[in-house]
């Protein structure tokens, strides 16, 4: 992941505390009249630093060597896009080589903006914690523990999220006094359910910027979701001789599902590549589309290495040619501000237990004409409107898609009022709740 690109990926995100504060050798050359860290740099000129240079001969290997020149090239060269970043130089020490040091001068505040190689990681920030790193401990019980003689610390949020205090006691709560089946109870129990249910959805809606609650079908996770996109949509629309476009930085559960319908349908499943750092190769993507191009679904960011798509250039791309697009955002939705509106997508999943939530709960957003253009998946339950022995009415959606009964998304509704309603939990949650 570039953390200079951060800025086009998360413009709306709010200021939260201090930025980090970068160090530098005594040594160094800095601008004029270097700002105090109590007050803001205007603007920061950073253009008596020199331009990064290839290490002495025998501190890299050759690949390595080539691959710093062509990061330098990238980010350094004199037609590079020139960030403004508001950085505040300190007076302290450390022992950073200038050569490396030289590379920090990037991606306004949020870090260092290149690949991590070996070339870089041994570069050193100062950051003002604004967090109380203990209060956030405490929401969350399962870190009252000692493994193997230690405090527990938590580093596998990108697989799964611990469960704070609030989610844990509104479940507890849920079951001990509201519990009930919904929509098909007239008792009180089953009005409260039922409530709450759509009350979620109303809290999830809101939480991505989705334009309607009718946009917001509830499933078992991101999994679930893009099985009942490529199920749905496949079945209906592709043809021997189609295909579908995916990406090679794509977890297996945006992969596995159109394999299978695009097998079933002898449809042909086509790959974005990447490039030497890791990025899509846009270029690649527009000479795959063909006339023949039916869908296209990608992941927002990649679930190892962290690297975010530019899936706005992916979703304008697809758009020009009639191309509706899938974004898988189970590793972007706790960690950015999602606005689907904005980002023009046409179905975005995302899993309740990533974002803090309980497991078996997970989002399918839909534009309306989206969601309307797809044929039902599972049958029976709140899916129906009437059922004969003849023929069957469907709802509309969203109820024609929430078949059976569901899990209810009751906590994953104090989960996104948890996350709205406290700012770390958008940056830093996962990170401090590890600590």
Not at 184 to 205: I, N
Not at 361 to 383: D, R, T
């Amino acid at each position: 992941m570039y953390a200079n690109e951060l800025d086009n990926f998360r413009p709306d995100i709010p200021e939260l505390g201090q930025i980090p504060q970068f160090r530098f050798d005594a040594d160094a050359p800095v601008p004029d009249a270097s700002p105090t860290l109590a007050q803001p740099a205007p603007e920061a000129d950073f253009s008596a630093f020199a331009m990064p240079q290839v290490p002495l001969t025998g501190e890299l290997s050759d690949a390595d060597a080539a691959l710093f020149k062509s990061v330098v090239e990238k980010y350094f060269s004199e037609d590079a896009p020139k960030a403004e970043p508001n950085l505040q130089p300190s007076d302290k020490q450390d022992d950073v080589q200038p050569d490396r040091r030289k590379c920090m001068l990037k991606d306004n505040g949020f870090g260092i903006g290149i690949p991590e190689t070996e070339l870089v990681r041994n570069l050193h920030y100062e950051e003002v914690d604004t967090i109380d790193q203990t209060e956030i401990r405490k929401q969350f019980p399962i870190l009252d523990q000692k493994v193997n003689g230690k405090d527990l610390v938590w580093f596998d949020n990108g697989a799964s999220t611990q469960k704070p205090l609030r989610v844990i006691d509104g479940l507890s709560h849920f079951y001990k006094t509201d519990y009930s089946n919904i929509h098909r109870g007239a008792h009180t129990l089953a009005a409260r359910s039922t409530d709450q249910y759509e009350g979620a959805r109303e809290k999830v809606a809101r939480f991505i910027n989705a334009p309607s609650v009718d946009n917001i079908v509830f499933v078992r996770g991101t999994t679930e979701g893009i099985n009942l996109v490529a199920q749905t949509f496949g079945r209906k629309y592709l043809l021997e001789g189609d295909n579908v476009i995916v990406s090679t930085l794509d977890h297996h559960a945006n992969i596995v599902p159109w394999q299978q319908v695009c097998k079933e349908r002898k449809a042909e499943l086509r790959a974005i590549p990447t490039d030497r750092n890791g990025d899509l190769i846009l270029t690649e993507f527009e000479r795959l589309i063909t006339p023949r191009t039916k869908f296209v679904s990608v992941g927002h960011v990649n679930n190892t290495y962290g690297t975010i798509n530019n899936v706005a250039a992916i979703i304008k791309i697809a758009h020009s040619h009639n191309i509706p697009v899938l974004i898988d955002g189970a590793q972007s939705v706790a960690h950015t501000k999602i606005d689907v509106q904005d980002m023009d997508c046409d179905f975005f999943v995302f899993s309740g237990h990533k974002i803090y939530g309980p497991s078996g709960i997970g989002v399918v957003y839909g534009k309306k004409e989206a969601l309307a253009m797809l044929p039902p998946w599972q049958g029976g339950g709140n899916m129906i409107k009437d059922v004969t022995i003849e023929r069957t009415e469907f709802n509309e959606p969203p109820a024609r898609f929430e078949a059976g009964t569901p899990t209810l998304p009751t906590p994953l509704g104090w989960a996104m009022r948890s996350i709205l309603s406290t700012a770390w939990a958008f940056t830093t949650l996962s990170a401090t709740s590890t600590t």
